[in-house]
């Protein structure tokens, strides 16, 4: 079970990339183990593979996965909708932890002209994203360090100390860390379902510093939402 839950979060970190022998190498698998724990997958629908061998979630997966994305959006829209509010109408994006990605499920677009947006259905990477690092935070150490070791030394070793002064404040940041020109700050948490939640707001830099005690503020104030326990 552990072995395909591995395998499942390979793939979901890049769908569509990885061949049987590139899973192999990555979990430390011999290549008839890693053969017949795809071939289970891919026949109960959980994975899908290319006319390149190439794999991807499965559509009986992905169904599950938007469902239950569809059930948190709707649970954290009012909570989103108060922060987008309160930044005075900047960019609010509502995101859960798949693998190794932060899947964007709900969105408040900005009322600025100049604005971030991303789409719902993307997906983020964990280390230079202030949604990903907060999910990092929000976990428990075993798989906070499990997350970290996909990365090289040198990354794990800054993630290690952002995630301490994450745990400490509450609040993650990206200052033109994943786009230039584009800062953000988020808070994560454990919710429905045992998901690891992310509320984030991305702006322009310039703008992002000139209200970046407001948007913190608006976070706090989101951390305490009764959505967090529904």
Known sequence: MRRAAAVLDEIAAEP????????????????????????GLVEVGLVGVDSRGRFSLGERLLRFGTASGAHIAAIFRPTIERVARATEGETVDLSILRGRRMLFIDQIESSHRLRAVSAIGVRFPL???????????????????????????EVAD?????????????????????????????????????????????????????????????????????????
């Not at 899973?23 to 008839?32: F, M």
């Not at 690092?133 to 428990?140: T, Y």
């Not at 953000?184 to 970046?212: C, H, M, Q």
């Open 127 to 153: 280390d230079c994203t202030a949604n990903g690092k907060a999910a990092l935070a929000a976990l428990d150490d075993a798989n906070a360090e499990a997350a970290l070791a996909r990365f090289d030394a």
């Open 16 to 39: 569509g990339r990885l061949r049987l022998v590139d899973l192999g190498e990555r979990l430390g698998l011999a290549k008839s183990t890693t053969r017949r724990l795809l071939v």
């Open 158 to 230: 800054r993630l290690r100390h952002e995630i301490a002064e994450i745990r400490r404040t509450g609040i993650a940041f990206d200052r033109d860390e994943h786009t230039l020109g584009v800062s953000a700050a988020a808070i994560a948490r454990r919710a429905t379902g045992d998901n690891v939640v992310a509320i984030s707001v991305p702006t322009p830099t310039e703008r992002f510093l000139e209200k970046e005690q407001r948007i913190v503020s608006a976070l706090r104030a989101a951390a305490g939402s009764p959505a967090w326990t529904r």
